[in-house]
């Protein structure tokens, strides 16, 4: 069984900052990219920022400069610092990591259940 359990959603002003969390739990033996999606009220879901298992980044340009992805593969948790933020990134915050099954041996896409964050103007 392996899991992604994001944290650190919430309600912020314009130009406020948040800092998401994704944990991945479970039987893992192994996680390759791991990534942030967003999708906004009666929008499809868009790629936020990825971050490869050594650490290149790369960001939607709407959030180049203001959102920084990390990760801590010790922990098998990836970050984003959400700096000054816009009304318009407000979403449901999604954590996506392919992750190696630590007996199966099997890749695949997991997803977290999502975390809000709503930015006020």
């Known amino acids: 069984q392996v899991q992604l359990v994001e944290s650190g959603g919430g309600l912020v002003q314009t130009g406020g900052s948040l800092r998401l969390s994704c944990a991945a739990s479970g039987s893992i033996r192994s996680i390759n990219d791991m990534a942030w999606y967003r999708q906004a009220p009666g929008k499809q879901r868009e790629l936020a920022a990825t971050?490869?298992?050594?650490?290149?980044?790369t960001y939607v340009d709407s959030v180049k400069g203001r959102f920084t992805i990390s990760r801590d593969n010790a922990k098998n948790t990836a970050y984003l610092q959400m700096n000054s933020l816009k009304p318009e990134d407000t979403a449901v915050y999604y954590c996506?990591?392919?992750?190696?099954?630590?007996?199966?041996?099997?890749?695949?896409?997991?997803w977290g259940q999502g975390t809000q964050v709503t930015v006020s103007s």
């Open positions: 971050i490869t298992s050594g650490g290149t980044t």
């Open positions: 996506n990591a392919e992750i190696r099954h630590s007996y199966t041996y099997t890749l695949r896409n997991y």
